[in-house]
DNA sequence: CTTCGATGTATCGAGGCGATATATTGGTGC
DNA sequence: GCACCAATATATCGCCTCGATACATCGAAG
């Protein structure tokens, strides 16, 4: 019943959508695919496994192993496969361009995940996250300007690098709206 | 006895220092000389403020209002003010140069308080802040010399982006130290 | 004189995370 | 063969944090 996170859901069916995997790869993928951007834990995952199996998006893939033990007995490694409905739901989840998906924790998700999406679609939800993002900057930028003089040299300092980092990140996303624009098809299809 | 998040607490002993305030204007200050850095919300704010207060760091100042109404009554508007074991408490915190204080949290903290403490402290944060910094570029960078080639482009961009970051923020750090060194001491005394 | 937004205190529930318990597996040295 | 250790793997628990919200008061605009 636990709406969970959403952007674990996203980050999951994604995975699962490359083919079946367990819970501890899972969360190894997930932490090289976004851990430039944030950590996944354990206690966060594995309750969200439970909620998906629930809900009918994913399901245990039976032991496939390679001719491996049919032995029964002995349990461990559950390997999970997304469903029809999972794929379905990924595809909605992850196709929605409403501010949501602008807010720092999804963009991410999103944009790890580009590759799914029309470029009409991956356009949107860049320049939603440019606005949101330019929103952000200006007010750092007032911010700065109101303080200034009143803080010391530290905190001012801090809040010029808070600054200039806002000011990248929107330059960030304009590059790729111009490279996304100008129809920068990714060579090929991606494989994997 | 709940020991508090140590970023609070830091932080709202910090402000005190300044001056008698109370929770709503502490708040706010909180996320201006941070507000770069993460989000205070009272969730947190005032439940450490009762402990504070029951550890004896901080007290209530009497109704000190100019002259307003000394009306009984009506209680609204709770000052507090820093008393001598936090001052203590805070000088014991902030002079902490350990691990903690080169990690995320703590570090931006120390950093915004930086004037309360002596050159030498400084440098030794600045350093351990530096060396944490190098490790995590060191393990996206590593990161991403192995997945390269087998990651679709928008991650890849992704991750190299935040390696820039990673990289962005170690020479800021390096600069820092550098100006510590070379004795850049603050104009004056930060009269704020 | 009322309405509205800012000021102000306070709490609650939902949920995320780190730490940890517990096995099993797979190598490496001997 | 086997002793040992690190990596693999599942799962949970309690602490803490946060966003939302309730509830007041106040000053200024209209």
Redesign the pocket.
Known sequence: M????SV?MLAILGLLTDGPM????LRKRLNVLLGTL???????L??CLRDLLAQGLIEEAGPADAGAPALSG?R???VYRITAEGKEHFAQLLGNAGPSSWEDAEFGVHFAFFRHLDSDVRLRILEGRRSRLEERREGVRSQLARTRERLDRYTQEMQRYGLESAEREVRWISELIHDERSGNKPRHAPHN
Do not use: D, W
């Open positions: 636990g709406t969970r996170s674990y367990h819970g501890y790869e944030r950590a996944f834990s354990y206690g966060s594995y309750p002995k461990a490694k559950i």
